[in-house]
C-alpha cells in the first residue's frame, strides 16, 4: 500500500537550518509530483513546496521562497525539504503529500532560542 514516512525535524534555533526527508512506497516516484504541506497550532494546514514527477519543476510557498529547497531522488525513493534561515514561524508539523489524497504521520518542527 502506499505510505510517505517523514523524518529530519526537531529543535533548531532560529537562523538554523534542517532537512526533511519523505520516504515513499507502494508506488513509483518517478511518475508522480509531492508536496510538502505545515500546521502550526490552531492553523490551517498551508501548502510549503512542491516538486513535479517529469521535468522537476518546483514551487515555493511566498513565506519559504528562497530559503527552502525541495529535490528528489527517486532511486532512493525520497523527497527531501532543505530549511535554511529558519524563523520561529516556521514552527509546525510538517507533512508530505501525494496528490493530497495519501498523508505521512508529520514531522515536528520548532524553531526556538
Known amino acids: 500500500q502506499v505510505q510517505l514516512v517523514e523524518s529530519g525535524g526537531g529543535l533548531v534555533q532560529p537562523g538554523g537550518s534542517l532537512r526533511l526527508s519523505c520516504v515513499v512506497s507502494g508506488f513509483t516516484l518517478d511518475n508522480y509530483a509531492i508536496a510538502w504541506f505545515r500546521q502550526a497550532p490552531g492553523q490551517q494546514r498551508e501548502g510549503v513546496s512542491c516538486i513535479s514527477s517529469s521535468d522537476g519543476n518546483t514551487y515555493y510557498g511566498d513565506s519559504v521562497k528562497g530559503r527552502f529547497t525541495i529535490s528528489r531522488d527517486n532511486a532512493k525513493n525520497t523527497v527531501y525539504l532543505q530549511m535554511n534561515d529558519l524563523k520561529p514561524e516556521d514552527t509546525a508539523v510538517y507533512y508530505c503529500?501525494?496528490?493530497?489524497?495519501?498523508w505521512g504521520q508529520g514531522t515536528q518542527v520548532t524553531v526556538s532560542s
Open positions: 503529500s501525494l496528490g493530497r489524497y495519501y
